[in-house]
């Protein structure tokens, strides 16, 4: 970058006494700008039979950098720093910190350590007046006092402890949950006073209004995959001089999504169990049992059904086991990966290959989402009866057609016939989410998740997928009842 710097500042043309020689070169790259985007506007009105569209697009950025660095150099700023300063800005935007650098008390004995994993318990009640009142418990013991929304309307702010539980699992950060759970390192009295005090505590809760105004304003985040740079600023400024400041935009990122999703979730459940896992930097919020007796069905979720159940045989038929056969790891979540990568690319165009359309994939998906909840289901004792129900012998869920065809039989599939669905890209989004978080259970290998988080994500994954192939059925009908059509057959 020095390099091409020195040789292009040869070439800038001296400025005349009345000229303003930054301005000549803002200008310049502003036109250049446009120059670049009015090519690609006619690559993509013409399409690509330009053979010399690349050539001209080369040239074009050229001239851009060009103005970059004579701008540069006008403002006496040297390019190879700029673009050093750059590396690390998005570095610090998009980047996680490694897990294993999370905790902030290591070094500390176990009753000064944040907990590593924990189960919580958030109970919501109202009192005469219709007041909402949250309580958070730990094992039965209160955590904190009883909340209400401090507010004119019933919003929700009642489980905001929800959100010093995320940072607390995403950042190893939490001077209000340090200070509830009597974890304060007072056995080191400036870190006590400096990290876990009053003032840092005044700060996390200030974050936590300031995010929640900013997401009240953005459909409490639902949906949505970053927050605004200008948000994560602010915040950087709040706790530059705390040891969380050495955290990346990109870790405060994840722990407001996260925070929020767990919102969004004891919000419709009206209260819940929260399982926090430190060392996955994951926050899951229990969903109700599944349900195991047949769901009343309308004339579209029946035929789905049917022709899930005659695909899924079809298949099982012709590969068995192979979908579990390498693990858990190696075989399924690479299966559901896959089909997950490709949502983003087939969902929003209902693009299809030879042997695959959009709606393929989103079934695909459901299946494999499934299937994953009766191998969890075989993997742990605990958590099959909530699945599905305990067999009289040793069956085994996840062999075979029996498994599936039991949650298929419970499933709600009433979107298929609601005349209401949601847009393509925006069911897209919550699946890709929800994937991450599954990813995150594994982030410790030695010690993942419990199989129950695991299973509440599949169940989401199935849920959110079963939503996308009903937004596919309004907008392309044509392309559902082909594939309806072509198993019906089978």
């Given at each position: 970058m020095k390099a091409y710097q020195r040789s292009a500042i040869k070439t800038v043309q001296p400025p005349q006494a009345s000229e303003d020689a930054l301005a000549i070169a803002l200008f310049g790259l502003a036109g250049e700008t446009g120059t670049v985007l009015t090519h690609y506007k006619k690559q993509l009105r013409d399409g690509p039979a330009d053979p010399?569209?690349?050539?001209?697009?080369?040239?074009?950025?050229?001239?851009?950098?060009?103005?970059?660095?004579?701008?540069?150099?006008?403002?006496?700023?040297?390019?190879?720093?700029?673009?050093?300063?750059?590396?690390?800005?998005?570095?610090?935007?998009?980047?996680?910190?490694?897990a294993e650098a999370i905790p902030f008390d290591g070094g500390y004995d176990d009753h000064e350590q944040l907990p590593r994993r924990a189960e919580f318990v958030f109970t919501l009640t109202k009192n005469s007046n219709?007041?909402?009142?949250?309580?958070?418990?730990?094992?039965?013991?209160?955590?904190?006092?009883?909340?209400?929304?401090?507010?004119?309307?019933?919003d929700g702010y009642c489980f905001h402890d929800i959100f010093h539980l995320a940072y607390a699992a995403v950042l190893g950060w939490s001077p209000?949950?340090?200070?509830?759970?009597?974890?304060?390192?007072?056995?080191?009295?400036?870190?006590?006073?400096?990290?876990?005090?009053g003032r840092a505590i005044a700060i996390e809760e200030g974050i936590s209004a300031l995010v929640f105004s900013y997401a009240s304003r953005?459909?409490?985040?639902?949906?949505?995959?970053?927050?605004?740079?200008?948000?994560?600023?602010?915040?950087?400024?709040?706790?530059?001089?705390?040891e969380v400041g050495a955290h990346r935009a990109a870790d405060w990122e994840k722990a407001i999504l996260t925070g929020f999703t767990a919102w969004r979730a004891l919000r419709r459940l009206g209260g819940g169990t929260v399982y926090f896992d430190l060392d996955t930097q994951t926050l899951t919020v229990a969903e109700p049992d599944a349900q195991t007796t047949p769901s009343e069905d309308g004339p579209h979720a029946r035929e789905f059904k049917d022709v899930v159940t005659r695909l899924h045989r079809v298949k099982d038929a012709a590969y068995g086991n192979s979908w579990k056969r390498r693990g858990e790891l190696i075989s399924i979540l690479a299966n559901i990966a896959r089909k997950v990568d490709r949502l983003a690319n087939?969902?929003?165009?209902?693009?299809?290959?030879?042997?695959?359309?959009?709606?393929?994939t989103v079934v695909d998906l459901y299946v494999y989402a499934v299937k994953y909840q009766t191998f969890l289901a075989d993997s742990d004792p605990a958590l099959a009866p909530k699945v599905l129900p305990a067999p009289a012998d040793e069956t085994i869920w996840s062999d075979g057609p029996e498994g599936l065809e039991r949650l298929l039989a419970a499933a709600d599939l009433s979107c298929l016939d609601s005349d209401q669905h949601e847009p393509i890209a925006d069911l897209v989004n919550p699946i890709e989410n929800t994937f991450i978080d599954l990813e995150a259970c594994f982030a410790n290998l030695d010690r993942p998740a419990p199989p129950s988080i695991r299973a509440q994500h599949a169940a989401a994954l199935a849920d959110q997928s079963i939503h996308l192939v009903a937004a596919l059925k309004a907008v392309h009908p044509e392309l559902y009842r082909r594939f309806v059509k072509t198993w019906h057959a089978n």
């Open positions: 010399a569209f690349r050539v001209r697009m080369r040239e074009e950025l050229g001239d851009v950098l060009w103005y970059v660095s004579a701008a540069a150099h006008h403002l006496g700023l040297d390019l190879d720093d700029i673009a050093t300063a750059n590396l690390s800005k998005i570095t610090d935007r998009w980047r996680h910190t490694p219709g007041r909402e009142t949250s309580v958070l418990t730990r094992d039965g013991v209160a955590v904190g006092d009883p909340i209400t929304n401090a507010s004119h309307i019933a209000v949950m340090r200070s509830l759970l009597k974890r304060k390192r007072r056995s080191n009295p400036e870190t006590d006073e400096a990290e876990d005090g953005h459909r409490y985040l639902d949906g949505k995959n970053h927050v605004d740079n200008d948000l994560l600023d602010v915040i950087h400024g709040m706790v530059a001089h705390l087939v969902a929003t165009a209902a693009a299809s290959t030879t042997d695959e359309s959009a709606l393929d």
